[in-house]
């Protein structure tokens, strides 16, 4: 499928069902492949940072993870067919993971994060593989020891809840070396497995108001979502120039 333009971003116009499909299938090729979940945020992050725009225009995958970005493409003729949540996504791969014995990496989030995560990961999964554990908050001296870690581990998906866009820097840097066949970013999703964290009630995510309940627990987060005004605005005027 060709890629849709959205901002200079392309994404690739899967449904949920689709994205999983394309996952088994680099498993099963055994060669490393980085996924991008570009929302909004990222996608204005990328306009000024030319290296994670490299990274997400040379992703093996990349979804739409915001209904922002769905609005988008429908304003600039880039359509893309659904939302899809990075932690839904990441879920529905570990159920198929756990079927097909699959072995999983947990790099990210605070000292102790990964490991409550992958307990309760197993109790949701009684076959869940997850083969390793890592904390996120290691210094650039303390990469190889990781890095050897994830290649004796032998994982087929290393999921990385490093923080965007620190996560897919770090996967784009040392994809080659570790040798994944899928490695995903999936930000904040260890905390909510974990407990440590909630996502927003079911009728809330049906209507797409995700953002405004963690903006609601979250009230920091007002400094990085003040960049939605600006993705509109620069959608609309991207419209206009195209004539739409």
Same mark, same amino acid.
């Given at each position: 499928?060709?890629?849709?333009?959205?901002?200079?971003?392309?994404?690739?116009?899967?449904?949920?069902?689709?994205?999983?499909?394309?996952?088994?299938?680099?498993?099963?090729?055994?060669?490393?492949?980085?996924?991008?979940?570009?929302?909004?945020?990222?996608?204005?992050?990328?306009?000024?940072?030319?290296?994670?725009?490299?990274?997400?225009?040379?992703?093996?995958?990349?979804?739409?993870?915001?209904?922002?970005?769905?609005?988008?493409?429908?304003?600039?003729?880039?359509?893309?067919?659904?939302?899809?949540?990075?932690? #839904?996504?990441? #879920?529905?791969?570990?159920?198929?993971?756990?079927?097909?014995?699959?072995?999983?990496?947990?790099?990210?989030?605070?000292?102790?994060?990964?490991?409550?995560?992958?307990?309760?990961?197993?109790?949701?999964?009684?076959?869940?593989?997850?083969?390793?554990?890592?904390?996120?908050?290691?210094?650039?001296?303390?990469?190889? #020891?990781?890095?050897?870690?994830?290649? #004796?581990?032998?994982?087929?998906?290393?999921?990385?809840?490093?923080?965007?866009?620190?996560?897919?820097?770090?996967?784009?840097?040392?994809?080659?070396?570790?040798?994944?066949?899928?490695?995903?970013?999936?930000?904040?999703?260890?905390?909510?497995?974990?407990?440590?964290?909630?996502?927003?009630?079911?009728?809330?995510?049906?209507?797409?108001?995700?953002?405004?309940?963690?903006?609601?627990?979250?009230p920091w987060r007002i400094k990085r979502m003040a960049v939605l005004p600006v993705f509109v605005f620069t959608v609309l005027?991207?419209?206009?120039?195209?004539?739409?």
């Open positions: 499928m060709q890629r849709k333009d959205i901002l200079g971003i392309g994404f690739d116009p899967v449904t949920m069902d689709q994205a999983l499909e394309k996952l088994e299938q680099y498993i099963n090729s055994d060669k490393p492949h980085l996924v991008v979940t570009a929302n909004p945020e990222m996608v204005m992050k990328a306009r000024w940072d030319s290296l994670l725009g490299e990274i997400l225009r040379r992703a093996d995958l990349v979804v739409a993870d915001g209904i922002g970005v769905v609005w988008a493409g429908s304003q600039l003729g880039a359509d893309v067919p659904e939302r899809i949540p990075g932690i #839904e996504l990441a #879920e529905s791969l570990l159920a198929r993971a756990a079927e097909r014995g699959w072995k999983v990496f947990l790099l990210g989030g605070e000292e102790g994060v990964a490991q409550q995560a992958a307990a309760a990961l197993t109790v949701r999964w009684s076959a869940l593989r997850i083969v390793g554990t890592h904390h996120g908050f290691f210094q650039s001296k303390g990469e190889g #020891e990781i890095i050897a870690r994830i290649k #004796e581990a032998k994982p087929d998906i290393l999921l990385a809840a490093l923080g965007v866009p620190r996560q897919e820097k770090w996967l784009a840097a040392h994809l080659g070396q570790l040798k994944v066949p899928v490695a995903v970013g999936v930000g904040g999703s260890f905390n909510v497995w974990a407990g440590v964290d909630k996502r927003a009630p079911r009728w809330m995510i049906k209507v797409n108001l995700e953002w405004l309940y963690r903006l609601i627990r979250q005027r991207e419209r206009l120039v195209k004539g739409r």
